[in-house]
């Protein structure tokens, strides 16, 4: 088992950035494949950026792009996403999730434990 927990959502106006941290517990983090996404109202819940275990590969949606950059640190057994440039449209809730299968573009029902989200708002 693991649990995910995220921090470091909050309100930023647009062009800010803001830093998401994702702290697993258990002693296999280091094996997993590793993931942000995020969910808006209204919408259904996309994948933002992923990253193998080793931090070897990393997959961003287009929409992000140049602007986030995830990062992993095994020793810490923590994940991170980096937001610059932020948009209203990035307005969110950021999920981070886990996934015991290698390799950084899966569909969403092959990640097996979810962290219970943190919220970030962008305002214009």
């Known amino acids: 088992q693991v649990q995910l927990v995220e921090s470091g959502g909050g309100l930023v106006q647009a062009g800010g950035s803001l830093r998401l941290s994702c702290a697993a517990s258990?002693?296999?983090?280091?094996?997993?494949?590793m993931a942000w996404f995020r969910q808006a109202p209204g919408k259904e819940r996309e994948s933002v950026a992923a990253?193998?275990?080793?931090?070897?590969?990393?997959y961003y949606a287009d929409s992000v792009k140049g602007r986030f950059t995830i990062s992993r640190d095994n020793a810490e057994n923590t994940v991170y996403l980096q937001m610059n440039s932020l948009k209203p449209e990035d307005t969110a809730v950021y999920y981070c999730?886990?996934?015991?299968?290698?390799?950084?573009?899966?569909?969403?029902?092959?990640?097996?434990?979810w962290g219970q989200g943190t919220q970030v708002t962008v305002s214009s």
């Open positions: 990253i193998s275990w080793n931090g070897g590969s990393t």
């Open positions: 999730a886990a996934s015991v299968y290698t390799g950084v573009v899966k569909p969403i029902y092959e990640y097996h434990y």
């Open positions: 258990g002693r296999t983090f280091s094996t997993y494949t």
